[in-house]
């Protein structure tokens, strides 16, 4: 049971790897195996936490080439081969480092952001998406006294959007991202789709029509990464389809 | 580098961004410092919902809840220890707080007519918890952050506040280390409200987010402000075995039963009305008995048991909890029991503020979960916290509007020389070599506090304990790091976190060990009943020249006078 870790820091011609061998633990997680290192082999070894209960987004890195939540895979889960995730191919995610599967963990940081340290990735761009699409609720009547009334089913619908938790694993995993970095990305997108489907909102077209340029809804070319590898079960690809076939047919209406 | 505000916020949760918001109303220049990105406050991990007495859901015999329903209950489950006109307060704001949100955007669960949904939740006599299944505080942070971001209030993220900064008896800012570049900046603001939510991880096993070290209470202490009612921690009953993450008392709310390894339905012995939905303090004892006894699985777990509420209500109302057992105890609720144990989950003791947020130092204000205004007393019913945070984050910021109308910023001098003393600091911890690791100290603390001042309480432990704080207190002044840059240094913010925790530490262990009596949290095997007579008062603890004093305040009683707690 060993990890293989990314290391970089300010001033290094190129990244290292990092091998270290785990005490194991039953159920240990990615997190705790980083902890591991951290407290028996390097203190200086830097990467984000917080809930630790794959709640807060925090600590999302590229885990066997895939975008995950640290937190939230198993190390011995790996091991086993139980958790690949078929996601398309992308330049991101090729080789960088001989690793065995059966035997080693490969931690690196978040493709498609710049690294700062180690599997620290300076998240700036990704937030400066998020404030582009403006995600604040807009409603579409002055506030009643009270709550306004919502359908039950309709809140449903929403739940699936509102559960994003902004880790940006969606934007490391989407292929378009990696080509165009001025693409908003599918995390800002399925936020900007949770305020589209919000029925107290604004009416509903001028809400999408915020990221209807050419680097918003048209970018996407529905490879699908983001759904398969959203820890939260969020499906941006699935947002960004609806809200171009809605503004497709209002375009032809018009 | 000094930055000027009108008012600085310490702590981007629920309650620092609710006070953000209110601040830049009043077109006032607020700023939020917090050591992580706000969405990764602990606030965005709170689970089952927000009491408010809405209404919307009858009580069993048809009547309707109102806030004086809320603050009985509330009182009644603090042990008569909270302040009653502060729940008096909270309870009557509460439902505004819930439609503020609701109008600020926030999703919440529905009832079939459309109205916010509520569940009942332990100690409540009402179905009075507002809730978005079981992801409130992540959809009520989200909406708050989004208002925040929208407005362009500046968020200095990640940084890591090293000190507040007096002059003349005053707070008047703070200096902080900018994580990525190893900076000390300084703060200047008419004032300071402390929002940095609960030190829960001075303990072992615990449900709190990793950076829930308390940061906020210990630098307020070092400052001259006063700590109140340390000693009063809350346990969880159900924390997942293995992680102790929370599982929310929703899932008792919607019906959930805890069952020993006998199969036996236990609580109907010790809460014979209330049962599984008895307050958080007489269920984690109950479980914590049943596992002293034998009665609990190896390993010292319960069971609780969701399988009779089916696939569609368990996917529908608790689909976050259901993702939690799978991924890190590998049990389906729809199919397996889940294990669960008692932990560590909330800190109802912080700051000693009064009703308006104001400490004992002038300049500064606490909210939230690092204060204690207090409205939990000894024990906090669920629900309760996040109402807290968003009718006090209000509150508290309304207060300071008022009181910074005819302020003016002090001098650089005092922020100037306090930058250089923090870099000195910072500079000799970087120097040492030799001594004990970091991690292992804080191991060392984690334990003591478990062990010794955990559910169950008594003298002789509580003394031993007390005396190991005090012997790593020593110590950490020889803890020595490997990583001696300034940049992205993690193991200095570490020790930094671990040096105030210790303080806080050593301030739940005086306040338990004076407190010769059980209430609420506090629970003693040596003195097992309530003590009106000698403790219905608060706890404080005060630092001077280095060392700790305990003294005590009155309660403010005044509506519901004090009875024995049944349930």
């Known amino acids: 049971m060993k990890l293989k870790v990314y290391r970089y820091h300010e001033g290094m011609a190129a990244p290292r790897y990092d091998t270290f061998q785990l005490v194991p633990s039953p159920a240990m997680t990615v997190l705790e ?56 191919p992308y330049p ?50 002055p506030d009643p006294e009270k709550e306004r009334i919502m359908d039950p089913v309709a809140v449903k619908k929403l739940e699936m959007y509102t559960n994003c938790v902004l880790c940006a694993a969606c934007h490391a995993a989407c292929p378009i991202v990696g080509q165009n970095p001025e693409y908003l990305g599918p995390a800002a997108l399925a936020k900007l789709y949770r305020f589209h489907v919000d029925p107290r909102d604004v009416d509903e077209d001028s809400t999408l029509k915020r990221a209807d340029i050419p680097n918003g809804w048209w970018a996407c070319d529905l490879y699908g990464n983001c759904n398969r590898v959203c820890p939260k079960g969020v499906p941006p690809r699935t947002a960004i389809e609806k809200a171009v076939a809605a503004l497709n047919k209002e375009k032809k209406e018009a | 580098m000094i930055h000027r505000h009108d008012v600085l916020i310490i702590g981007g949760g629920l309650t620092g961004l609710r006070a953000a918001l209110r601040v830049s109303d009043a077109g006032l220049n607020g700023a939020v410092v917090s050591k992580v990105h706000p969405l990764r406050s602990h606030s965005v991990a709170a689970q089952g919902g927000m009491n408010a007495s809405l209404g919307n859901v009858k009580g069993e015999d048809g009547t309707k809840d109102s806030w004086k329903n809320h603050a009985y209950d509330t009182v009644k489950g603090s042990d008569y220890l909270a302040d009653q006109d502060a729940v008096e307060r909270l309870c009557r704001e509460a439902p505004t707080a819930v439609i503020e949100l609701e109008h600020m955007g926030t999703v919440w669960s529905r009832l079939a007519d459309g109205k916010i949904a509520q569940r009942p939740f332990g100690g409540a006599g009402f179905p009075r918890t507002c809730y978005a299944a079981d992801r409130t505080g992540h959809n009520a942070l989200h909406t708050l952050y989004e208002h925040v971001s929208g407005r362009q209030i500046p968020v200095y993220e990640e940084f890591f506040v090293t000190s507040l900064v007096t002059k003349d008896g005053r707070c008047i800012g703070c200096t902080a280390l900018e994580l990525m570049t190893g900076q000390v900046h300084g703060f200047l603001a008419k004032a300071v409200l402390m929002a940095s939510g609960g030190f829960g991880r001075i303990f072992d096993k615990s449900t709190n987010a990793l950076i829930n070290t308390g940061d906020g209470p210990a630098l307020a202490l070092r400052a001259g402000a006063l700590l109140k009612d340390m000693e009063f921690v809350q346990f969880h009953p159900t924390t997942l075995y293995g992680t102790n993450i929370l599982i929310t008392e929703g899932a008792r709310g919607e019906g959930g039963i805890l069952l020993n390894q006998n199969g036996e339905r236990f609580m109907e012995r010790y809460a014979a009305n209330s049962v599984d939905l008895a307050p958080r303090d007489v269920v984690a004892r109950s479980i914590e008995q049943e596992i002293a006894e034998g009665r609990g699985y190896d390993g010292g777990y319960v069971h609780l048991d969701l399988r009779h509420l089916g696939a569609d209500r368990i996917t529908e109302r608790l689909p976050g909890i259901r993702q939690i057992a799978m991924d890190f105890a590998g049990a389906d ?40 205004i207090s409205v939990h007393g000894a024990n906090r019913l669920g629900g309760n916290s996040l109402v807290e945070t968003v009718v006090f984050g209000r509150l508290v910021a309304e207060k300071i509007i008022e009181d910074v109308e005819e302020m003016t910023l002090a001098n650089d001098e005092p922020v100037k020389a306090a930058i250089k003393s923090t870099n000195d600091r910072i500079e000799g911890i970087l120097r040492r070599e030799g001594g004990e690791l970091v991690f292992r100290t804080k191991d060392m603390m984690t334990n003591n506090m478990s062990n010794k001042f955990g559910i169950f309480r008594e003298k002789q432990k509580m003394r031993e304990g007390l005396d190991e704080i005090k012997k790593i207190q020593e110590q950490v002044g020889h803890v020595s790091l490997q990583n001696k840059e300034r940049k992205l240094n993690q193991a200095l913010i570490r020790f930094l976190e671990l040096e105030g925790m210790l303080l806080l530490a050593e301030a739940v262990a005086r306040g338990a060990l004076a407190r010769e009596e059980s209430r609420g949290s506090h629970k003693r095997t040596d003195y097992p009943e309530r003590d009106d007579l000698n403790f219905l008062k608060h706890t404080l603890v005060g630092l001077q020249d280095d060392t700790m004093h305990v003294s005590y305040k009155p309660v403010t009683l005044g509506v519901f006078e004090p009875r024995e707690r049944v349930y």
């Open chain 1, 92 to 141: 991101a995610i090729g080789e960088t480092v001989p690793w065995d599967p059966e035997e080693e963990v490969l931690v690196e940081p978040l493709p498609h952001l710049p690294v700062i340290r180690d599997l620290i990735v300076d998240m700036g761009i990704f937030f400066q998406y998020y404030r582009f699409i403006a995600p604040v609720f807009r409603p579409s009547d």
């Open chain 2, 333 to 372: 609720p729809i199919q397996d029991p889940v294990p669960v144990q008692p932990g560590q989950h909330y800190s109802m003791g912080g700051i000693d503020a009064d009703i308006n947020g104001a400490t004992a130092l002038p300049g500064l204000y606490a909210a939230g979960e690092c204060a204690c």
């Open chain 1, 33 to 88: 195996a980083l902890f591991q290192f951290q407290e028996k082999l390097d203190d200086s070894l830097a990467f984000r936490y917080s809930c630790r209960g794959a709640v807060c987004g925090t600590c999302a890195m590229l885990i066997n080439k895939v975008p995950r939540l640290a937190c939230r895979t198993q190390v011995e889960s790996l091991l086993k081969g139980n958790l690949k995730v078929a996601i398309a």
